[in-house]
């Protein structure tokens, strides 16, 4: 097995960033699908709890709403996410959240059995899994119209809203994020997720696969409409079989089969070294409105050197903290002036601080940029029937939400 990475590390959208002793993970900071990883590590070797701590994440999220009204939802579970909803905003919001983040049961189901855990192979999916794929219900007009309090809707579409998506674009379907995340709760790993990134790369290494740093796949090889090698900036690989976790957009043989996507723009980040009196956050705060600012605090303080027995310690740790805060929507100031307007003002407990531009995301010089474009926007590709397929090419990742013509698993 050969993997293929066009940068000078692995991990993709998950890593971290180091700076005057903060270190902030600079994609993901919880799952919300640890069982996922418990088995790719079991499978392959040691188990999870053998390399890396998960522990779940509580409150799962906190949300402010434009009212200034403030909801901590819990993780895990359904009586907890009932009574705080219906605390923060009372008037059976409780029960209208539940009811609808439940409504997702069947769609997480079939969609788990017929897409998630088993290759895509659209002549040989279920008819419901094809039904639910090709629905036109969008979230937005769902959101509207399962609930009048502004809020509600707001929380419905946090996710969408902070992928970078927008909601008329996006199927009711992926409403089960929030079934997802009620059920299974999140999780983290204590000192940040980007050390997942270090472990799997060791795991690689012990079970030896080959992987070629710096080797950018520009194409795939086709012989008889089969795909026999990947063309990259050193030469051609040979494959049997070619697993495409990458945008296919970039490779001329794949970008055919991906219909009318879009890709969703990184946000504007900035990751924050403060120091002084701090209020307690949890692991994550959405501010809602235009634009949304989302806090995460879990970046580490302190040694950073995984062979210091002391250990990096994540929160806020001696008054110190590592923040990290994204923005969707119109920021026309300094972040930390829009995170004041919102209440939360530490601009004079600034030590140290790194913003990341959508542009630098993606401009080749970038020391840390990372990969966003793995979050395609979830549009229905135009005619998804099956029409053509690419024999010998498996797809993988986030990057193609139902992509015609091509075996996937995510
Ligand atoms: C800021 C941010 C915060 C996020 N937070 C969360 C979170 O808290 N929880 C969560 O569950 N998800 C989160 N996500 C989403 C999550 O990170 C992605 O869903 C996930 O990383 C997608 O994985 P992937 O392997 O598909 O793509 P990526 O992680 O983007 O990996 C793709 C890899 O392919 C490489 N590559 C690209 N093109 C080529 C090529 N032509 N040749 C060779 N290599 C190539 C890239 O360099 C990269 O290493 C976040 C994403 C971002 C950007």
Same mark, same amino acid.
């Given at each position: 097995m050969t993997l293929l990475e066009r940068l000078d590390r692995l991990g993709g959208a998950v890593g971290s960033l180091e700076q005057d002793g903060y270190r902030w993970d600079?994609?993901?900071?919880?799952?919300?699908?640890?069982?996922v990883l418990r088995d790719l590590f079991r499978k392959s070797g040691r188990p999870l709890? +053998?390399? %890396?701590? %998960? !522990?779940?994440?509580?409150?799962? +999220? +906190?949300?402010?709403?434009e009212d200034g009204v403030v909801l901590d939802l819990p993780s895990g579970s359904r009586a907890g996410q009932l009574d705080a909803v219906d605390a923060a905003l009372g008037g059976g919001a409780g029960r209208a959240w539940v009811d609808y983040v439940h409504s997702f049961a069947d769609s997480w189901d079939v969609l788990r059995r017929g897409y998630l855990e088993r290759p895509w192979s659209p002549e040989h999916a279920d008819r419901e899994v094809r039904d639910l794929l090709r629905s036109r219900a969008t979230q937005q007009r769902t959101v509207r119209k399962t609930f009048r309090d502004e809020r509600l809707r707001a929380l419905a579409l946090t996710h969408a809203v902070v992928d970078g998506h927008d909601p008329r674009n996006v199927p009711a379907w992926m409403g089960l994020v929030d079934y997802v995340e009620q059920n299974f709760g999140t999780w983290t790993v204590p000192g940040g997720l980007g050390q997942l990134a270090g472990t799997l790369t060791r795991r690689l290494a012990e079970r030896r696969v080959e992987v070629l740093l710096g080797t950018a796949a520009r194409d795939l090889?086709? #012989?008889?409409? #089969? !795909?026999?090698? !990947?063309?990259?900036?050193?030469?051609?690989?040979?494959?049997? !079989?070619v697993v495409c976790a990458v945008d296919p957009r970039g490779l001329p043989a794949l970008a055919g089969f991906v219909g009318r996507t879009m890709p969703a723009l990184p946000p504007t980040m900035c990751h924050l070294g403060l120091e002084g009196d701090l209020p307690d956050l949890p692991h994550e705060v959405v501010l809602h409105g235009d634009p949304t600012l989302v806090v995460r605090t879990a970046g580490a303080t302190g040694p950073t050197d995984p062979t210091d027995a002391a250990g990096p310690a994540d929160g806020a740790a001696g008054g110190r903290a590592a923040w990290t805060v994204l923005a969707r929507g119109r920021l026309a100031e300094d972040v930390l002036v829009a995170l004041a307007r919102r209440g939360l003002d530490v601009r004079g407990q600034v030590r140290t601080r790194v913003d990341r531009s959508p542009a630098s995301w993606r401009s080749p010089?970038?020391?840390r940029r990372t990969a966003c474009c793995g979050r395609a926007a979830p549009r229905w590709p135009s005619g998804w029937a099956p029409r053509r397929r690419c024999p010998g090419c498996t797809r993988s990742g986030r990057t193609w939400p139902a992509a015609p013509g091509c075996r996937s698993s995510a």
């Open positions: 600079t994609g993901p900071t919880y799952t919300a699908l640890p069982a709890e +053998r390399e %890396l701590e %998960l !522990v779940p994440v509580e409150p799962m +999220r +906190r949300h402010r709403f090889v086709l #012989r008889d409409g #089969r !795909v026999v090698a !990947v063309d990259t900036v050193s030469g051609p690989v040979d494959a049997d !079989v010089g970038a020391a």
